[in-house]
T-cell receptor, first 113, second 112 residues
Framework: EAQVTQNPRYLITVTGKKLTVTCSQN?????MSWYRQDPGLGLRQIYY???????DKGDVPEGYKVSRKEKRNFPLILESPSPNQTSLYFC????????????FGPGTRLTVT | KNEVEQSPQNLTAQEGEFITINCSYS?????LHWLQQHPGGGIVSLFM???GKKKHGRLIATINIQEKHSSLHITASHPRDSAVYIC??????????????FGKGTHLIIQP
């Protein structure tokens, strides 16, 4: 089954404790991205990757890092999480930048205390 | 940057009613997407439009490029249609980012 998976689905952590949210897709998609969703703000793009070893900032990259060492995986790294990073995070992928249909992961609800 | 406004923000209706959700944007676009976010959080793409009208089952999406407006209609609504419906527009300019601007969503509840 074609899908985007994220882990963990739920995470409660403390300020400053490094964490990684994994994202994996099995559709051989070139383009992957991370979004955060906050009440009253809608989805906002954090980082994106057009292919292996090609990543760039989205609209709200501060406090996040990403890597794309393999085509299928696109982890989101929070080196020193802060409470303002409490949010619902979505990974998404599509065939390429020019493709319209995007596939979303199930979401990761992160709480930073 | 495009401003995307959805209305209404919240909508509660009875099963069987005809539902309309609206999306307006401020700057010309290359495409508009309608997404459905289920209560569990998962997001599914419903439609991508650049002109005219598309239909899938009980869902119909229309777009008026001149008026910078799109509508999502649900006919014969059912409780399983309860979800958040999100409009997203894709700008005409290039660049590496996917250029999507998302609306804040319309929270729809269909009561039996």
């Amino acid at each position: 089954e074609a899908q985007v998976t994220q882990n963990p689905r739920y995470l409660i952590t403390v300020t400053g404790k490094k964490l990684t949210v994994t994202c994996s897709q099995n559709m051989n998609h070139e383009y992957m991205s991370w979004y955060r969703q906050d009440p009253g703000l809608g989805l906002r793009q954090i980082y994106y990757s057009m292919n292996v070893e090609v990543t760039d900032k989205g609209d709200v990259p501060e406090g996040y890092k990403v890597s794309r060492k393999e085509k299928r995986n696109f982890p989101l790294i929070l080196e020193s999480p802060s409470p303002n990073q409490t949010s619902l995070y979505f990974c998404a992928s599509k065939v390429s930048l020019g493709s319209y249909e995007q596939y979303f992961g199930p979401g990761t609800r992160l709480t930073v205390t | 940057k495009n401003e995307v406004e959805q209305s209404p923000q919240n909508l509660t209706a009875q099963e069987g009613e005809f539902i309309t959700i609206n999306c307006s944007y401020s700057v010309g676009i290359s495409a508009l997407h309608w997404l459905q976010q289920h209560p569990g959080g998962g997001i599914v793409s419903l439609f991508m439009l650049s002109s005219g009208k598309k239909k899938h089952g009980r869902l119909i999406a229309t777009i008026n490029i001149q008026e910078k407006h799109s509508s999502l209609h649900i006919t014969a609504s059912h409780p399983r249609d309860s979800a958040v419906y999100i409009c997203a527009v894709r700008g005409v300019s290039g660049g590496g980012a996917d250029g999507l601007t998302f609306g804040k969503g319309t929270h729809l509840i269909i009561q039996p």
